[in-house]
């Protein structure tokens, strides 16, 4: 289908305010607290118990399925407690707490993987515990594997960082050119069937574009996309299409199309693992926000709490209206400062209390200002209208013809709404009402069977 | 500390832009043209704005008083209902009539369909034509000696140069080019001054209030076809800039509840718009078709919504 320059469309506010603040490392947390599920897919399952000596680096819990991730131990010390966490999306899963014994000592048996192929890179990253670091949490060696499959043509490689605040993936592409440049390297030698690399980068970051163009300057399958500054461009299907314009289809992945999108810290997170083996303890974040009194880039031990990571940067010069896990457009609330920072946390975004009380909602006057805004020309007012209906199956079969499944809750309607109405958040409620109607469906399905 | 924190879900940012900063931007682009009104005629037309208005907002407060529903007064979009209102009224319209307008625009086009965003017609339009078709028999407003008191004049009013035309008078007898562009001529109050809509117009766009493509595909449709019909460039800008062509096209065709959501709609919208205007003023009984042809697309809208919405992207085809 063919549609006319770039997608996403909505202006949202940068505040890269530490776009050029390197990452500094903060003083080592007195205890961390490593939840089982820090990933999409199934959670991780312990392999210590309470008491044990644990070192950076060491495994502490095992993937348990193929969609899921190991997690190693951030800090030295002893573990103090195996406990029950609420994540912020309401799933209780196990945690782990270690208590520090301040010697950061890292674990004596990491040595680099031996890779000598796809198969074994693929097992490589595995092992890593990464997981998308772009915020989504996928677990990279799944996406890898498709690779295996000699369907994948081209690599996306995300820079976008289109959230607000956020410019920790800026650092990357500045301070670490070379761990992204040996990452490619690594890519190409084992994925022979992948023709182009492409960065996406937005063209609010033109340090790191000019980086990143001089440091593949003489490769030829190296490719720098400048992106417009419009949110919101690291979305996977909004930078597929920006980048190479090809459409990834209802109820398809990117390798469908050819394409694995991978983020450039996660690239360079690969070449730093394939030649250490280090795993994935540590995370470069960016702690800003209204309420934050000197923001700045930061290397955090997975697991620290928020409380450590306010204290140690300086603190608040205004209470904390909202604590939030990534940037604002897309973050997720903290309930409390003592909740601990996990793979995925690319920001602590925290924002004053004027910022974080909602203006009050009044009555949609049919502006069209979100239909404008969606990136991927959903119509949220007919999926509200939807949500309106009567019975259930209306409902959904409303919402199923409308697309619902689409939207990726980027949040450009709600943002652009001049009646504050609560557009992505009512999506999510319908997606909801989706995936209940269909288990309700599969029950009756079952039930008529075994009569 | 902790007991202050707030949790929701995403985005947690906002666009400053509320409701009532679009309506207060209308407000202010309509003040060009309503200035223009009052120099253009007189002191009564300043009343005529001030009854209208006023009467629209109470009518909405005491409305909302009676059903017990929150107060949405604040809005100001009972207030852009009345101005517009009053702006396409001509001097003969008696005050009492213009308060007429006002309620039944309010209360009957608005408030009985649910309020703000729910109306499927244009309130103000309506009004007009409602009052249009009231009280025929009041004679349509002039301005400094019209020569054309003996033909049929509406409370519509505005075509008067263009009945002219209609009536074969020659265009040497009906207001010059810059006249009418100023507002020099008859009419309803405030569609005269093309100058002032204009100023008001761009405003709005560059505000993002409204699309240009809408204004644009309104009036270029209607000076394409006038231009085919009469074979004239003159006429066809007198046929742009008579009437209450500009007025309509930049504030009426572009009212959010009565036209399709998405760009494409409200295109398809203003193009509609314009061919039924042409149809009316050169076939129609009537001399001026601007405020019908707002309304049947009125209704016509929500089909063209559902006929141009863009398909979702990478969305696969329903089956049917």
């Given at each position: ?164 605040y956020i410019t920790s993936d800026t650092r990357t592409m500045i301070d670490n050119a070379a761990g992204v440049k040996r990452g490619i390297e690594i890519l190409k030698q084992y994925m022979p069937t992948v023709k182009a690399y492409i960065f996406g980068i937005e063209d ?248 | ?220 449709t209607v000076f394409v076809l006038s231009w085919l019909i009469t074979g004239s460039l003159t006429l066809a800008v007198y046929h742009v800039l008579g009437g209450a062509l500009v007025l309509a096209a930049f504030f009426m065709a572009t009212d959010y509840s009565t036209t ?61």
């Amino acid at each position: 289908m063919f549609r006319f320059g770039f997608l996403g469309n909505t202006h949202v506010p940068h505040r890269k305010n530490t776009a050029q603040m390197s990452p500094i490392r903060i003083e080592p947390p007195k205890e961390v607290l490593l939840p089982m599920c820090q990933h999409i897919g199934a959670p991780a399952t312990p392999i210590v118990k309470v008491g044990d000596t644990v070192k950076i680096g060491q495994k502490i819990a095992e993937a348990s399925g193929y969609v899921s991730s190991p997690i190693y131990a951030s800090v030295s010390g002893k573990v103090s407690k195996i406990e029950n966490y609420l994540r912020p999306d309401g799933r209780n899963v196990p945690a782990i707490r270690i208590l520090s014994d301040g010697e950061m000592s890292v674990y004596e048996d990491i040595k680099a993987p031996e890779v000598n192929d796809l198969e074994s890179l693929v097992a490589a990253v595995r092992e890593s515990g990464l997981v998308g670091l772009g915020g989504a949490g996928f677990p990279t060696s799944v996406k890898m594997d498709a690779v295996k499959k000699g369907a994948i043509d081209t690599v996306v490689l995300n820079g976008a960082e289109c959230e607000p605040y956020i410019t920790s993936d800026t650092r990357t592409m500045i301070d670490n050119a070379a761990g992204v440049k040996r990452g490619i390297e690594i890519l190409k030698q084992y994925m022979p069937t992948v023709k182009a690399y492409i960065f996406g980068i937005e063209d609010n970051k033109p340090e790191a574009i000019a980086k990143m163009k001089e440091t593949f300057s003489d490769a030829g399958d190296v490719f720098v996309a400048a992106l417009p500054s419009l949110y919101p461009q690291g979305g996977e299907k909004v930078l597929i299409y920006n980048t190479t314009k090809r459409t990834v289809p209802e109820g398809k992945l990117p390798a469908d199309v050819g394409v694995m999108v991978i983020n450039v810290t996660s690239l360079a997170f690969i070449a730093k693992y394939i030649d250490t083996g280090m795993p994935l303890v540590e995370k470069c974040m960016t702690f800003d926000g209204s309420a934050v009194a000197s923001p700045k880039n930061l290397i955090v031990p997975i697991g620290t709490s928020i409380s450590h990571i306010v204290e140690c940067a300086g603190g608040l010069k205004e209470p904390a209206g909202k604590i939030i896990f990534g940037g604002p457009m897309m973050g997720v609330c903290a309930s409390s400062l003592d909740e601990p920072i996990s793979k995925t946390t690319n920001a602590v975004t925290i924002l004053n209390v004027k910022e974080s009380t909602e203006p009050p909602v009044t009555a949609c006057i049919h502006c069209g200002r979100c239909v404008a805004a969606c990136p991927l020309s959903l119509n949220p007012v007919a999926f509200a209208r939807a949500l309106t209906l009567e019975g259930k199956e209306e409902r959904v079969t409303r919402l199923e013809e409308n697309k619902l499944g689409l939207c990726m809750e980027c949040g450009c309607c709600s943002f652009v709404c001049p009646a504050n109405r609560p557009l992505v958040q009512n999506h999510r409620i319908g997606k909801m009402e989706i995936r209940e109607y269909k288990t309700h469906l599969a029950e009756l399905a079952r039930a008529k069977e075994s009569k | 500390m902790n007991e202050q924190i707030i949790v929701t879900t995403s985005p947690h940012l906002k666009h400053p832009t509320t409701t009532q900063m679009i309506m207060a931007d209308v407000l202010i682009a309509l003040s060009p043209a309503a200035i223009a009104a009052v120099i253009l005629h007189g002191w009564y037309a300043l009343l005529m704005i001030v009854v209208t208005v006023a009467c629209a907002v109470g009518a909405e407060f005491i409305f909302n008083l009676c059903i017990k529903k929150s107060q949405t007064v604040a809005d100001l979009s009972a207030a852009v209902t009345g101005m517009l209102l009053a702006l396409s009224l001509p001097t003969s319209a008696e005050l009492w009539q213009c308060a007429v307008g006002a309620v039944f625009a309010i209360v009957v086009v608005k408030c009985l369909f649910g309020g703000i965003g729910c109306n499927f017609a244009n309130p103000a339009v309506t009004s007009r034509v409602f009052l249009l078709i009231a009280f025929m028999s009041i004679g349509g407003g002039k301005f400094g000696g019209d020569p054309f008191t003996g033909s049929y004049v509406d409370l519509v009013g505005g075509a008067t140069p263009l009945e002219a035309l209609k009536n074969g008078v020659p265009t040497t007898e009906i207001p010059s080019m810059l006249d009418m562009f100023l507002g020099l001529r008859g009419g309803a109050i405030g569609e005269g001054c093309i100058l002032a809509l204009l100023i008001g117009g761009i405003y709005l766009i560059v505000k993002r209030v409204i699309k240009w493509q809408v204004p644009v595909a309104f009036i270029a449709t209607v000076f394409v076809l006038s231009w085919l019909i009469t074979g004239s460039l003159t006429l066809a800008v007198y046929h742009v800039l008579g009437g209450a062509l500009v007025l309509a096209a930049f504030f009426m065709a572009t009212d959010y509840s009565t036209t399709p959501l998405n760009l494409l709609g409200k295109i398809v919208f203003a193009i509609g718009c314009g061919l039924i205007t042409v149809l009316i003023r050169f076939f129609g009984s009537y001399p001026e078709g601007i405020s019908f042809a707002i309304l049947l697309m009125n209704i016509l809208s929500p089909y063209i919504e559902k006929l141009c919405a863009k398909r979702p992207f990478g969305g696969v085809k329903n089956e049917k």
